[in-house]
């Protein structure tokens, strides 16, 4: 089977908009680690795709937030104040699908999904350090995780912690990794609505583990459109300008 792998949309219809067209036909089931709202202009929209799709999604902290689950004292100010409207803007059905989300980590046909790490759905796991827990913790060999909004990830093998590289396609498509046995891999797909690794194009994954191999995707989009539409809806300006670099 391959999956679709999407996390961190953060509310950005454009960008994902932008991903399902690239990935038409190639996938047969979406997955989605979570982070559907928050910080972008379109949770409504967005909300509505998820659903259409039938994603399998976890919740993020944002889901939580956006949807009056968790209050979003522990947010920055900028973050916090989108959390806010997001809640405001949400129809009612929508607010409902995001507060009942179900909590990771999952388990999907032999692989995991988690938003942050196994032991804190709201941990984030950036360095090797950090991946170690999540690694050994893992109860599957494969796990897909968001939350740091950087494509890419970790291995263990040989009880050391390696490092994900490979470079991006240039032209709007994906690079395939191999899925190596005897290999424990974190697999981040990155972020389709607010990438933060330097790379402003939308992020995602398309999972073929059983012909092993995992797709990273780089979809181009138009970011203008999403900016305008946040200078609209009043949005913060850090946000709206973040957008044009990937960081
Ligand atoms: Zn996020």
Redesign the pocket.
Known sequence: MRYLILS?I?ANATALDAALEAAKGRWEKALCL??VV?YGPDPNEVVDRIRELGAVTIR???DKAGSGLANADDFNPVARAVALWTREKLRPENREYLEKLPVGPMTVNGFSLVHGAFRDEDEYVFAPAQALDSLLDAPSPITFF??T?LQGGFTLRDNKVGVLHFKPASDGSFTALPVEPETTYLFNPG?IG?PRDGDARAAFAISDLENGSVEFWRVPYDIESVQKRMSAAGLPEALIHRLSFGR
Request: glycine letters at 30%; charged letters at 15%.
């Open positions: 961190d953060h979570g982070d928050g993020g902290n944002h968001g939350h909004h972020s607010q």
